[in-house]
C-alpha cells in the first residue's frame, strides 16, 4: 500500500515538474524584491474524499530591510486555507504564515497551486491524494432456475469486501454500509454490520420468493459510502405453478325477488399458470349456487365454464363469493353481488266485528322493498262458509318504492241462514310469484 503511494507521488512531481521549474525562474526574478516562501512545494497526506486533511503552514519571510505588501492570495484546486495574516505589509521583522488543508472532492491524484500575486507571480505547487471507500460485491447476479409459487428457494449467498485503497500511505477508509435491500420477489438476511473494516469481509443471504408465474426480475441495493453511493446485484428466477384467472373480477345480478332464481350468468375460468391445475372442490357462498365443467386436471392455457345462479333470501344487498379449491398457490376467489326485492303486506286491523248485515270492511297497505316491481295477487282464506272477500282493486303492480293501499269488503253469505256466529280467523294472502306474505285478522260475527 505504501509502495503504492510512494508511486503516485513521484508520478505526481513528475507532472508538476514543469509548473516547479516556472516558479524557480519566477522566484529568481522576485528575489530582487528580497521575498522567499517555504517549502517550496507542499504535498499533503491522503484524505478520505469529502473530508479536510491536516494543515500545513507556508511561510512568507522578507529578506533585508526591505518591505513588501501582500494581498489578494490565490488558491487553485481542492485545498483551502484555514488561517491567513499575509494580507497587508510583510518586513524582515514581520514574517506572514498561512495554512492550508487538502479537502478532495474526488478520488487519486489532486494538483493545485498557491499563488502570490508579484512581480511575477510566486507559485508553490499543491499535491494531494484523495482516497475513498471500496466495495467489491460478488458475484455480480444471482440465477435461481425456477421455483414453485408460494415457496422458497435455497438461498444464495452476497460476500461484500472491503479491499482498502492502495493509493492510502498507512490506513484505508471504513465502508459504511448505510442499508441493504432487496427488491421483488426476493428476500434478505443480513448478516453484514453497518461498518466494515479494510480487508474485512460479511455476507448476505437471499432466497427468491416467486408470488406468480414466469421470470421475476429483481434488484439487490446496498447503499454505502463509496464514491459511486450503490452497489446493484440483480437476481433471476421463474416462477412456475398452476394459476386460476377468471374472465372477469366480479359477477353483479340484477334486482332479483326474494326466494326467486336470477337467470343464470357464465364465468370462464382459466389456468394461465405453467403447470397443470388440479381442482379439489368449487363451492360459492352466500345466496347463491353454481353448476361447472371444470373437473379433474386441466393443463395450462386450457378453460372451463361456471355457470351462477343467484337466490336471495332477503331483500336488499346479498354478497357472496365463488371459491375454487385447487394446488394453485393462491385459492381462487370471485366476489358475487346481488339484490334482493321484496314487498310488505299490513292490515289496518288486527281484529274487527261484523256489522249488522255480517260484512266487514278494513285497509290493506302493500309497500315495495328495495325496488320491488312485480305483480301482487290477493286472497283470504278461514271465512265463515259461503262468505267472501272481495279486494278493490283485485291486482295490484307496485313500482319501485310504491305503497298502495287496497280496499278489502268481507262480504258474508247470501243466505241470512247459513250465516255462522262467533269468532273466526281470516288470513289474508298477498301473493307474487314464488313469495308470499300473510297476515291473519280476528273476525267476530254475533
Request: aromatic residues 4%; contains cysteine.
Amino acid at each position: 500500500m505504501k509502495k503504492n503511494f510512494l508511486r503516485n507521488l513521484t508520478l505526481a512531481t513528475f507532472m508538476l515538474a514543469p509548473m516547479m521549474c516556472a516558479w524557480g525562474q519566477r522566484h529568481a526574478m522576485a528575489s530582487g524584491q528580497a521575498i522567499t516562501i517555504s517549502p517550496a512545494t507542499q504535498v499533503f497526506d491522503a484524505v478520505p474524499v469529502g473530508q479536510t486533511g491536516h494543515a500545513k503552514i507556508e511561510t512568507i519571510v522578507v529578506q533585508g530591510n526591505s518591505n513588501f505588501y501582500l494581498s489578494n492570495l490565490v488558491i487553485l484546486g481542492d485545498f483551502v486555507t484555514t488561517g491567513n495574516n499575509c494580507n497587508g505589509m510583510v518586513t524582515s521583522m514581520t514574517p506572514c504564515s498561512l495554512s492550508l488543508r487538502f479537502a478532495p472532492t474526488r478520488m487519486g491524484l489532486r494538483q493545485g497551486a498557491l499563488i502570490l500575486p508579484s512581480q511575477p507571480n510566486l507559485i508553490v505547487p499543491l499535491v494531494g491524494v484523495g482516497i475513498g471507500a471500496t466495495a467489491q460485491i460478488t458475484p455480480a447476479y444471482l440465477n435461481f432456475g425456477q421455483v414453485e409459487i408460494g415457496k422458497s428457494s435455497p438461498a444464495q449467498t452476497i460476500t461484500i469486501r472491503n479491499p482498502g485503497n492502495p493509493d492510502a500511505p498507512a490506513s484505508s477508509v471504513a465502508l459504511q454500509l448505510a442499508g441493504i435491500e432487496a427488491m421483488g420477489d426476493y428476500a434478505i438476511k443480513n448478516g453484514c454490520p453497518p461498518v466494515l473494516a479494510p480487508e474485512g469481509q460479511c455476507q448476505v443471504q437471499v432466497r427468491f420468493q416467486p408470488h406468480t408465474t414466469g421470470p421475476r426480475s429483481g434488484l439487490i441495493v446496498i447503499a454505502d459510502n463509496t464514491p459511486r453511493g450503490t452497489q446493484v446485484i440483480t437476481p433471476l428466477g421463474e416462477g412456475i405453478g398452476p394459476e386460476i384467472t377468471f374472465s372477469t373480477p366480479r359477477l353483479h345480478f340484477d334486482l332479483t325477488s326474494r326466494n326467486s332464481d336470477s337467470p343464470a350468468q357464465q364465468v370462464t375460468l382459466t389456468n394461465t399458470g405453467n403447470a397443470p391445475l388440479d381442482f379439489s372442490s368449487i363451492q360459492t357462498q352466500g345466496d347463491f349456487s353454481q353448476v361447472n365443467t371444470c373437473v379433474g386436471s386441466m393443463p395450462p392455457g386450457l378453460s372451463c365454464q361456471i355457470n351462477i345462479i343467484f337466490h336471495p333470501q332477503a331483500a336488499g344487498l346479498r354478497t357472496g363469493q365463488l371459491v375454487i379449491a385447487s394446488n394453485a398457490p393462491h385459492p381462487g376467489r370471485l366476489p358475487l353481488v346481488g339484490e334482493g326485492a321484496d314487498f310488505s303486506l299490513q292490515l289496518s286491523k288486527a281484529a274487527m266485528k261484523a256489522k249488522k248485515d255480517h260484512s266487514a270492511r278494513l285497509s290493506l297497505m302493500l309497500q315495495s322493498l328495495n325496488g320491488f316491481d312485480q305483480p301482487i295477487s290477493l286472497n283470504c282464506t278461514g271465512l265463515p262458509q259461503g262468505s267472501s272477500c272481495i279486494f278493490s282493486p283485485p291486482m295490484i303492480t307496485l313500482n319501485a318504492g310504491d305503497s298502495v293501499t287496497v280496499k278489502l269488503r268481507i262480504k258474508p253469505p247470501h243466505n241470512h241462514r247459513d250465516r255462522t256466529k262467533g269468532s273466526h280467523m281470516v288470513q289474508i294472502s298477498a301473493v307474487s310469484g314464488s313469495l308470499m306474505h300473510a297476515r291473519s285478522l280476528e273476525l267476530t260475527i254475533k
